[in-house]
């Protein structure tokens, strides 16, 4: 199977994002060039800041495409690449009156008009397209370990029924689902020469690379960590609420992993999640009552209680560490430095 090895050019969207800024900063330290398609121009003004020795050197270019959901709308980005790395896809809407096609459009339109344009490339060999746990979590009675095979494929029946008043959460993963089952379909219905692996991150948690204060934004990954956090403090989340658990994975791991679903010859054609811990609120109390953070002052709750709670239903993510090699950061540490970070970005509790 065809893999992507530095000093090759890399198409990358979605690299001013939180996901894929990491995974940019990953690629230019690895060696790879990288051609990060933005819409409008003035989003280049954040690698400008800082990452000038890579534009200087030529290392990091340019592709301005101003609207990504129309056809051969990646016609000249993708030429001369030989891996492309796609993150661009819609948040979690932060509007309940946002219609579900506005979230769910762009996440399949824009995927088959980027597969579309690199099969008419003879260069590209291999595309990473960014899931999400999210699009795999199809609830069970009881028990249940997920794993790759599973698919939430209830999540686009229900929004389908329930329009504009389905949850936000819920129009996400529908747009997940069939944003990534679109991906497949296409793939197995036509000829091209590059394969195709899907990442499925779990929570992502992490310092943004770049310090934007807007990863503490509702909108952002790091909210669903801070949040609880503050509605402890508040009495919002009660304490037999303590033991509800989170997966989650570092934001430098999410990049690594994506770079090695680029460069693993054996992960063409495979859909691998990343998943670097788990953890219960309780632990989270835990861990900043033992590693004060000035300004962030958590419940005690029942120390220790969540050391050895194992959930009714969690994900079994060993694909990514036996197919990539993964490693993940100890959880603590990534803990600590999301809420040390949204500490300075001027979260308050």
């Keep these: 199977m065809s893999a992507v090895q530095p000093p090759a050019l890399v198409l990358l969207t979605g690299g001013t994002g939180f996901i894929g800024s990491a995974i940019l900063v990953n690629l230019l330290q690895k060696g790879f060039s990288v051609r990060a398609a933005v819409r409008p121009q003035s989003k280049t003004t954040t690698f400008h800041e800082h990452l000038k020795d890579y534009i200087d050197s030529g290392k990091l270019t340019f592709v301005v495409i101003p609207d990504m959901m129309v056809p051969n709308a990646f016609t000249e980005a993708?030429?001369?690449?030989?891996?492309?790395?796609?993150?661009?896809?819609?948040?979690?809407?932060?509007?309940?009156?946002?219609?579900?096609?506005?979230?769910?459009?762009?996440?399949?339109?824009?995927?088959?008009?980027?597969?579309?344009?690199?099969?008419?490339?003879?260069?590209?060999?291999?595309?990473?397209?960014?899931?999400?746990?999210?699009?795999?979590?199809?609830?069970?009675?009881?028990?249940?370990?997920?794993?790759?095979?599973?698919?939430?494929?209830?999540?686009?029946?229900?929004?389908?029924?329930?329009?504009?008043?389905?949850?936000?959460?819920?129009?996400?993963?529908?747009?997940?689902?069939?944003?990534?089952?679109?991906?497949?379909?296409?793939?197995?219905?036509n000829t091209a020469s590059f394969d195709l692996v899907t990442i499925l991150p779990a929570w992502v948690w992490g310092r943004d690379v770049f310090s934007n204060p807007e990863t503490i934004l509702s909108s952002s990954s790091n909210f669903y960590l801070l949040n609880p956090i503050s509605?402890?403090?508040?009495?919002?989340?009660?304490?037999?609420?303590?033991?509800?658990?989170?997966?989650?994975?570092?934001?430098?791991?999410?990049?690594?992993?994506?770079?090695?679903?680029?460069?693993?010859?054996?992960?063409g054609g495979e859909r691998i999640a990343l998943k670097g811990g788990l953890v219960t609120w309780q632990d989270v109390f835990d861990l900043v009552n033992a590693n004060p953070i000035e300004g962030v002052t958590v419940p005690l709750g029942n120390p220790g209680a969540g050391k050895n709670f194992t959930p009714e239903k969690y994900l079994l993510a060993e694909k990514s560490e036996k197919l990539l090699g993964m490693t993940y950061r100890k959880p603590e540490d990534a803990l600590l430095e999301t809420i040390r970070s949204g500490v300075e970005f001027g979260w308050k509790p």
């Design 78 to 189: 993708v030429q001369g690449v030989e891996g492309i790395i796609h993150t661009a896809s819609p948040l979690i809407p932060t509007d309940p009156s946002v219609e579900p096609e506005e979230v769910i459009r762009p996440a399949v339109e824009i995927t088959r008009y980027l597969l579309e344009g690199a099969a008419a490339s003879p260069t590209v060999k291999r595309v990473v397209i960014t899931s999400s746990i999210a699009a795999m979590y199809e609830p069970h009675e009881g028990k249940y370990v997920y794993t790759e095979n599973d698919w939430f494929d209830t999540a686009p029946k229900i929004v389908a029924q329930a329009g504009i008043n389905a949850p936000g959460h819920l129009k996400y993963m529908a747009s997940k689902v069939l944003g990534e089952r679109s991906a497949w379909s296409w793939v197995s219905e």
């Design 231 to 267: 509605e402890a403090i508040s009495g919002k989340l009660r304490e037999n609420q303590y033991l509800s658990a989170s997966e989650f994975v570092d934001l430098k791991d999410a990049a690594e992993g994506h770079v090695r679903a680029l460069t693993t010859p054996a992960a």
